[in-house]
């Protein structure tokens, strides 16, 4: 499977844009999300310095028919909403693709994240055009579960010096004593250890922005 994270800027004319772009310190965090069929309804949580002004003018939008507060305090509130313009949703059902929430949107731009794939996400890239969205990729990568990255003795090692605090600084506990909580010799945990980071660090250099992609591929030894 393929994870992508998009930012979407949303269009002017829709309520979250023009609230957004009015309260650009204000985040706009959407807890849950459903399309209708000719609404879409949300649950939001909003965090800002002036939060009833932002109500005002959600219950103040065209687009926006019903707005319910469901918790409020001085600087955030969850309201749940109904729109006639769920754009967002509408992409995602279009190319029958999910959309992860929570999203958040700050000044007009949505944080978006999917996993499907690539003609999945192909497919949700040309709905969002359909529907006049402009966006960015900010990253693409394929998601690989832990289970097929470490093989299970390499897991129990990793988890185990970490919860021993061989990795912290100072050390909590030595090599010869973290072999001896495993059980292991102490050549077994130090090779097993060695590799463990191999794999850990070049998957992480692999998943950076800037790293080269002539990296060599992640071992598959799991001994």
Not at 31 to 42: K, Q
Not at 46 to 56: H, K, N, Q
Not at 194 to 217: A, D, G, M
Request: proline residues 4%.
């Amino acid at each position: 499977m393929t994870q992508a994270r998009l930012s979407v800027t949303l269009p002017e004319g829709v309520w979250i844009t023009d609230v957004s772009t009015a309260h650009p310190e204000a985040t706009f965090r959407v807890l849950a999300a459903m399309p209708g069929e000719d609404a879409g309804f949300g649950l939001v949580r909003i965090t800002a310095s002036d939060v009833e002004s932002i109500l005002e003018e959600m219950r103040a939008a065209e687009d926006v028919t019903s707005v319910s507060v469901l918790q409020r305090d001085e600087e955030r509130a969850i309201v749940q909403f109904e729109t006639t313009q769920p754009l967002l949703l509408l992409s995602a059902r279009e190319s029958r693709l999910p959309i992860e929430l929570p999203v958040d949107i700050r000044d007009g731009e949505a944080t978006v994240e999917v996993t499907a794939s690539r003609e999945r996400l192909s497919e949700l890239g040309d709905q969002l055009h359909a529907f006049g969205l402009r966006f960015e990729v900010e990253y693409v990568h394929e998601r690989i579960e832990t289970e097929r990255l470490l093989s299970k003795r390499q897991r129990e090692t990793l988890l185990a010096a970490v919860e021993h605090g061989y990795y912290d600084t100072p050390r909590g506990c030595s090599l010869t004593e973290l072999a001896g909580e495993l059980d292991v010799a102490k050549s077994t945990c130090s090779e097993t250890l060695h590799r463990v980071e191999e794999i850990v660090v070049k998957r992480f250099v692999r998943e950076l922005p800037e790293s080269n992609e002539t990296l060599e591929s992640t071992p598959t030894d799991r001994s």
